[in-house]
């Protein structure tokens, strides 16, 4: 195993590396096994009807995951959630809607 990865920075499309223990990097987090750990045992923790708003809030309670003016980071969570989803990491409740902004 490589002790590095490739990532792209969304704001300015520049590549850089990640350390190898460094699952993803989201919000300015670096999220590590040890987070993907606390998020299992959150989602284990709530049922699985739980919503993933719920979830997200949780997760920045436990990881202290908070905006300068002391509310919690929810919407990059919630982001972080889906890519840790998406790369495998982690499997989400079903969304309970579709967001009004991707429907016709």
């Known amino acids: 195993m490589r002790p590095w ?15 190898a223990h460094v699952l993803l990097v ?3 987090r670096e999220f590590i096994r040890e987070d993907v750990a606390v998020i ?7 049922d699985l009807y739980a919503t993933r708003s ?13 905006q300068p003016n002391g509310q ?9 959630l889906m890519k840790l989803e998406e790369d495998g990491w982690i499997r989400l409740p079903a969304p309970r809607r579709r967001s009004p902004r991707g429907s016709c």
């Not at 990532?7 to 350390?19: D, E, F, G, H, N």
Request: charged letters at 25%; glycine letters at 6%.
């Open 40 to 46: 299992e045992a959150i989602m284990e923790e709530w």
């Open 72 to 80: 919690p980071k929810e919407v990059a969570c919630r982001q972080a």
């Open 5 to 19: 990865r490739f990532a792209t920075s969304a704001v300015t499309k520049r590549i850089y590396t990640l350390p």
């Open 54 to 66: 719920a979830i997200s809030r949780a997760v920045c309670e436990a990881l202290g995951w908070y």
């Open 26 to 28: 989201s919000g300015g």
